[in-house]
């Protein structure tokens, strides 16, 4: 009888042990599942992130590219298409550092723009209408600096000194070339401060200002 009673109780202490076993067993795996429940709502969280970021930084991207072959609009300067994205490599980086790509796409568009800010120019893309009757200033003032530079040389060239002739020669380029040097002036500063290209208008109205300053030059130092 003592024997049969320390079976069925070492047969009770092995049940009740199985069964806390199996308890903490259910916990565990519960523990586990949960676990890992979350860790992929947060990588399916994450995935939504770093897609929403790639749409985001393409379509920046491509308005950064239109900026661009809007800015850069001297012949054989103007880009193309836009680049088609990069490969995708073997092993993505797990971590997505949004503020770099951010701060990159900033000094990309920094450098389009020269720094400056870009007005809005409605719908036609003209220059306001203040700015055309500016340009005549511009075009004698660039003018007039150039041939007073250019008399400057001439005078040198008339003493004895070495390459005389060379800037004699200088000095008459710098006459003829003289009506034009408004041009790239006003060219850059109407895309730098509009973001718009000097039409034909604006050239003629230039050029006419630097005319008239290299006439009342010329008239002045004879």
């Not at 992130?49 to 103007?78: K, N, S």
Request: hydrophobic share 50%; glycine share 6%.
């Amino acid at each position: 009888m003592t024997e049969l009673a320390a079976t069925v109780a070492r047969r009770t202490n092995d049940l009740a042990a199985a069964e806390r076993a199996y308890r903490d067993g259910m916990t565990a795996a519960a523990a586990a599942l949960r676990r890992a429940e979350q860790e992929a709502h947060d990588s399916d969280r994450h995935a939504a992130a770093a897609a929403a970021a790639v749409v985001e930084v393409d379509l920046e991207a491509e308005r950064l590219w239109a900026d661009l072959r809007r800015t850069r609009a001297w012949p054989g300067q103007r880009p193309g298409a836009a680049p088609d994205p990069a490969p995708a490599t073997a092993q993505p980086p797990v971590e997505v550092d949004d503020d770099a790509s951010t701060a990159l796409l900033a000094r990309a568009a920094n450098r389009i723009h020269s720094g400056s800010p870009r007005l809005t120019l409605g719908d036609n893309g003209k220059l306001p209408v203040l700015v055309p009757p500016l340009l005549p200033f511009l075009g004698a003032a660039t003018t007039a600096i150039t041939a007073t530079l250019a008399s400057a040389l001439a005078a040198l060239a008339t003493h004895d000194l070495p390459g005389a002739g060379a800037l004699r020669l200088i000095a008459w380029l710098a006459y003829f070339a003289s009506p034009f040097a408004g041009i790239p002036v006003a060219s850059r500063w109407t895309r730098r401060r509009w973001g718009a290209r000097l039409d034909t208008g604006g050239v003629a109205l230039t050029v006419l200002g630097g005319l008239s300053a290299l006439c009342a030059v010329i008239i002045t130092l004879t």
